[in-house]
């Protein structure tokens, strides 16, 4: 009997979300054909409420076979990139009109309040069912947004800045392509990945839960508050090719009245491009580390708890790592000593950790279930680089 | 019959012969088989999390709920409460995603009346938070002892003012009740089984462990300072608990702190300072009852790891505890070389083993001070373990009583 409740109790809470603030969508809505250049409604930023449809944002839509941008909706990309699972990324901002971020060199921009991240993660399809294995060299906006006959579109993230903080709000595509519903509690799509050498490799791509959209953009324990990670000074100081030409990011930010306070491209700070065969090891390796594991391994993140911080401003060899001891990595030693051994990367934890795919000893914990083998040699270059010994 | 048959069968013949040297392994049966609840229960359990707001209980009906990903909760002031631990299971069996079962940010949480089963991680996190209470939950790796097993049961991180009372650990590969950098807390009524460690208090300060039962696992309860974390710990007070048979081998990765702990350690204090062991029944542990050590034992020699880091165990108070049996077999050819040159081969260690890692600088020295048992042996580390003194004198001293922890909650 108490059971009975409690099951009824749930369903009813469980229809107690929060309604969205339009319409309802359609449940399966037909593949319409936009014309690409039919009208536009303009972005439509939700104060509070989480819409059901991304549609209903008026940030992408798909019409002629492509997914497009509204206008205003500005695409960008970064330095060095968060590996997940090989999916490429199409990243986008957008401000309410006459709303601009204020530069800051070290932490993120401070957004104003309606500012709309989206990050769309997509494939490029391979023969048959799979996708490619391929490294993400910038979306192809090519006539007019992502060409969907080529592309697998998995699910779009967006990152919401509202009065009382950030929101993170993830939505993933139909398998047609013209509509990304939003899944508060996240889910796993299986892929088959296809290299260039055709050989395949399963991977278990997680759409996180909101909750765990936290477990990286959580980047201060204490306060919980949410933070954008990428759009930060040292990740966007490059060029962009845009529609009328390539241009620096930052200087095209300002152009366009996204951007206040950023000094001139040359004099802000930059990270390396981790594939940048001209860069030295070091800003490529210490680019990687930043990206894909400084926003929990820092003073502040939920890595903390380790000691081991890997963030760009981290500079003290014992804290990235050197010679340090682990503290509660359980299994994730891989029967090894130190997270990092100088010289020697088959010696080290942190190497260890990059090439398992067992939940419970890869890092990063989340957005990964294959090894991202370009990422780890780099790592082992890095290693093997440094002098000297541990004791 | 050729030779490369009659040398496998002697190693065969040695193997089974050395396997049976070692202290009885007790074996782990499950606690219990939970039917599957309702299947749709997951996803609206996952949906509560989200959805949490302060002040909410989230009841999970009496079944068994499987989930392929981790759980996260962020919101301050939830319960969580299942049937009771034997009733209500988050089955984590087939776990494909997250390094937790259950991922806590958050303050004023409580976690009772439930079991946490097979998680690939650790089941369940606390990182960050205040006033935790984790009650009537069991933890556990249905398989028994396993290093594929997660790290850790129970783990409260950087947390403040936190209760662990009347809960089970069982089968982790670390340690089943670890509470690591935190501050002001009791551990009671709980009983850890079958873990490499069973209860853990690392780099905490002000934490009372009493009233629980530690045995089967490797090391009984340990009380751990690690280099190049946010606090040093200490005011530790572990007293009433019953701490036997911890002699399963040690299933720990190596590297791991935990895996340098000699099966059959009833209790160690490694590298903290102001720890107080009284009024606990402590026996048959088979490498020694109570080891007290310093970093430099658990296979670290790397003073460049510990600039402001203090390895050497002070004002260490062990008295009334009511200790028998243990010694007669320990874990690893030096302590069992050790034992053998001072003890003879049927001879066993005496209650207490101390590395003898000591501040040289000191000159009131380490104040081990060490009462009621049936003799300490200084093993020498720092002189390569050639010189050991069983002279009890030095520890013929006597330190102030360490206060009660309270947590203020009337």
Known sequence: MRYVFAVAMSLLVAGCGKPSADIAPQAAPQAVNIAADSPWPAVHFFADGQPADLAEWNLLRVADGRLRLNRDVLPYDLNTALFSDYAHKLRTVWMPKGQAAQFDAQREFDFPVGTIFSKTFYYPRGEGDTVLRSADDGPDLAGGGLQLSKVRLIETRLLVRRQDGWIALPYVWNAEQTQARLMRGGELVSLQLLASDGSREQAQYTVPDQNQCAGCHGTDMKSKALHPLGPRARHLNRDFAYDDGAANQLAHWTKVGYLHGAPEPASAPRDANWRDPDAPLEARARAYLDINCGHCHSPTGPGNTSGLWLDASTQEPLRLGRCKLPIAAGKGTGDRRHDIVPGKPDESILTYRMVSDDPSVMMPELGRSVVHAEGVQLIRDWIAAQQGTCG | ?410
């Open chain 2, 1 to 410: 019959m050729n030779q490369p048959i009659r040398a496998s069968v002697l190693a065969l013949a040695v193997a089974a012969l050395t396997a049976a040297c070692g202290p009885e392994q007790a074996q782990h049966t499950p606690t219990a088989q939970v039917a599957a609840g309702d299947a749709g229960f997951a996803d609206t359990f996952r949906t509560r999390l989200l959805d949490a707001k302060d002040g909410d209980v989230i009841e999970v009906p009496a079944g068994r709920y499987t989930f392929d990903r981790s759980l996260t909760l962020r919101v301050d002031g939830v319960t969580i409460r299942g049937a009771g631990p034997d009733k209500s299971v988050l089955s984590f069996k087939g776990q494909k995603a997250g390094a937790e079962g259950l991922l806590v940010n958050a303050s004023r949480f409580t976690l009772e009346n439930i079991a946490i089963e097979d998680s690939k991680g650790d089941g369940l996190k606390v990182n960050e938070g205040e006033h935790i209470t984790i009650r009537n939950v069991r933890v556990e790796w249905t398989g028994g002892p396993s290093t594929k097993n997660g790290a850790y049961g129970l783990y409260p991180v950087k947390t403040r003012n936190v209760l662990i009372e009347n809960s089970v650990a069982i089968g982790a590969s670390d340690a089943g009740i670890y509470v690591g950098q935190s501050r002001d807390v009791i551990v009671r009524n709980s009983r850890a089984e079958f873990n490499v460690a069973g209860i853990e208090i690392e780099n905490t300060v002000n934490a009372d462990v009493y009233d629980n039962v530690a045995t089967n696992n490797t090391g009984g309860i340990l009380v751990f300072n690690m280099p190049a974390l946010s606090q040093q710990g200490g005011a530790i007070r572990v007293f009433k608990n019953k701490v036997f048979k911890n002699n399963t081998a040690n299933f720990g990765a190596k590297g791991t702190p935990v895996s340098s702990v000699p099966a059959g350690s009833g209790m160690v204090v490694n590298s903290n300072d102001d720890v107080e062991i009284f009024d606990n029944d402590i026996s048959d542990n088979a490498t020694t009852n109570i080891i007290v050590s310093s970093v430099y034992s658990t296979g670290y020699k790397d003073d460049k790891a510990a600039k402001d880091f203090d390895p050497y165990p002070e004002r260490i108070s062990i008295y009334g505890n009511r200790l028998s049996g243990g010694g007669d077999s320990p874990d690893g050819l030096d302590l069992k070389a050790l034992k053998t040159a001072i003890y003879g081969l049927s001879g066993h260690f005496p209650d207490v083993l101390w590395d003898g890692y000591a501040n040289k600088d000191r000159k009131e020295g380490p104040q081990i001070c060490i009462r009621d048992v049936s003799g300490v042996v200084n093993a020498d580390g720092p002189g390569g373990y050639k010189n050991p003194s069983q002279d009890t004198k030095p520890y013929a001293c006597e330190l102030p009583k360490l206060p009660a922890i309270d947590l203020k909650r009337g």
